[in-house]
T-cell receptor, first 113, second 113 residues
Framework: DSGVTQTPKHLITATGQRVTLRCSPR?????VYWYQQSLDQGLQFLIQ???????AKGNILERFSAQQFPDLHSELNLSSLELGDSALYFC????????????FGQGTRLTVV | DQQVKQNSPSLSVQEGRISILNCDYT??????FLWYKKYPAEGPTFLIS?????DKNEDGRFTVFLNKSAKHLSLHIVPSQPGDSAVYFC????????????FGKGTLLTVNP
């Protein structure tokens, strides 16, 4: 158990819908990262927050947004969902904003039908 | 453009023998490299890292070698154990981008008893 909690574990939704993925970082970790793993792809970095502020942005679509709340949990919002958004979404956390030894959650498997 | 490449999707070795997983990168700005291990239905777990100022880092049965001139790194597992069977991801980052990590697609290692 990495200490990073992601909910829900599985999500099935229809195209055009909007979903919210939630992440609770390890106790004491201020930095949260979101990654997407599509079929046969490596993990694609989406976005990073550190202590409530956006720190770095990767290949995140405009239909996607995220935020980190004062209690340090984070949410990833995916809207106008398309079939191609079906993927595993991982959250990771680390103490510092340097993503060198981040701890990953178990992921949320999103299926868009 | 895939900046981190793991050209072998899978590798099979006998228990007790050496496992060698390879990774190539193209971005010369990368100065920090990590290996993650991932079991099914779990998030990736940090395994070992190396910075560009070193060419070798060892942790128990795991050793990572870095050849900067060839932009190549490898993970050696000696001796391999059935519990090592997992997907191994190579990742790279640079201090200039807060070590935002770029991952390879992973190599599935199977260690046969």
């Amino acid at each position: 158990d990495s200490g990073v909690t992601q909910t829900p574990k599985h999500l099935i939704t229809a195209t055009g819908q909007r979903v919210t993925l939630r992440c609770s970082p390890r106790s004491g970790d201020l930095s949260v990262y979101w990654y997407q793993q599509s079929l046969d792809q490596g993990l694609q970095f989406l976005i990073q927050y550190y202590n409530g502020e956006e720190r770095a942005k990767g290949n995140i679509l405009e239909r996607f947004s995220a935020q980190q709340f004062p209690d340090l949990h984070s949410e990833l919002n995916l809207s106008s969902l398309e079939l191609g958004d079906s993927a595993l979404y991982f959250c990771a956390s680390s103490v510092t904003p340097l993503n060198t030894e981040a701890f990953f959650g178990q992921g949320t498997r999103l299926t868009v039908v | 453009d895939q900046q981190v490449k793991q050209n072998s999707p899978s590798l099979s070795v006998q228990e007790g023998r050496i496992s060698i997983l390879n990774c190539d990168y193209t971005n010369s700005m990368f100065d920090y490299f990590l290996w993650y291990k991932k079991y099914p239905a779990e998030g990736p777990t940090f395994l070992i890292s190396i910075s560009s100022i070193k060419d070798k880092n060892e942790d128990g049965r795991f050793t990572v070698f870095l050849n900067k001139s060839a932009k190549h790194l490898s993970l050696h597992i000696v001796p391999s154990q059935p519990g090592d069977s997992a997907v191994y991801f190579c990742a790279a980052g640079s201090g200039g981008s807060n070590y935002k990590l770029t991952f390879g697609k992973g190599t599935l290692l199977t260690v046969n008893p």
